[in-house]
């Protein structure tokens, strides 16, 4: 069963835009993290963010969180042709024995130079 | 450099067959998983394990097998039981921490499987 999902599924903009994606899940988190995978590569981690925080930054990148909302997004900015990939947001759950992600389904990202 | 490494990159098997993915790593990591994604999708867990000898099924778990004899390494079968088994699989590893999960997964490369 997926707990996050990814919103837009797509998302195509011109270099130098902002980019925003967002992830909704079900359940009550510890992390919620963010990964890149460029086309039929591995996946990359990008950011991880704690349930008691809002927002983080790295680089490029803002995350936030929202708890209440149960959802978060990731905000790529001034962004570069470089960026085209797939962005997926994971989180495990708040009572996860196995230390287990789980997986949206994706946003795909084309940065149009 | 530490990494996983999957191998092969294609895999190309007739049906019936079974086949065996390899993830070896040299992170000193206690966790490892496999992931199956599929066109356009996200990722589904098949099997993971915490420590050596023991591994536990994930969302997706029939028609694959697995075993963890070696820390550093972490084989996936697919077998012939498996009704649908051509799709992109992905092997991570995760460094635990006692009683939380503040690391992040690190994956390989994938190994690209098609039956016909």
């Known amino acids: 069963s997926q707990q996050g999902e990814e919103d837009p599924q797509a998302l195509s903009i011109q270099e130098g835009e902002n980019a925003t994606m967002n992830c909704s899940y079900k359940?009550?988190?510890?992390?919620l993290q963010w990964y890149r995978q460029n086309s039929g590569r591995g996946l990359v981690h990008l950011i991880l963010i704690r349930s008691n925080e809002r927002e983080k930054h790295s680089g490029r990148l803002r995350v936030t969180l929202d708890t209440s909302k149960k959802s978060s997004s990731l905000l790529i900015t001034a962004s570069r042709a470089a960026d085209t990939a797939s962005y997926f947001c994971?989180?495990?759950?708040?009572?996860?024995?196995?230390?287990?992600?789980?997986f949206g389904g994706g946003t795909r990202l084309m940065v149009k130079p | 450099d530490g990494g996983i490494t999957q191998s092969p990159k294609y895999l190309f098997r007739k049906e019936g067959q079974n086949v065996t993915l390899s993830c070896e790593q040299n992170?000193?990591?206690?966790?490892m998983y496999w992931y199956r994604q599929d066109p356009g999708q996200g990722l589904r867990l098949i099997y993971y394990?915490?420590?050596?000898?023991?591994?536990q099924k994930g969302d997706i778990a029939e028609g694959y097998s697995v075993s963890r004899e070696k820390k550093e390494s972490f084989p996936l079968t697919v077998t012939s039981a498996q009704k649908n088994p051509t799709a992109f699989y992905l092997c991570a590893s995760l460094n635990r921490e006692e009683g939380s999960y503040n690391s992040p997964l690190h994956f390989g490369n994938g190994t690209r499987l098609t039956v016909t």
């Open positions: 994971a989180t495990d759950g708040e009572n996860n024995a196995g230390n287990m992600l789980t």
């Open positions: 992170l000193n990591h206690d966790a």
């Open positions: 359940t009550s988190i510890n992390n």
């Open positions: 394990s915490q420590i050596v000898n023991d591994f």
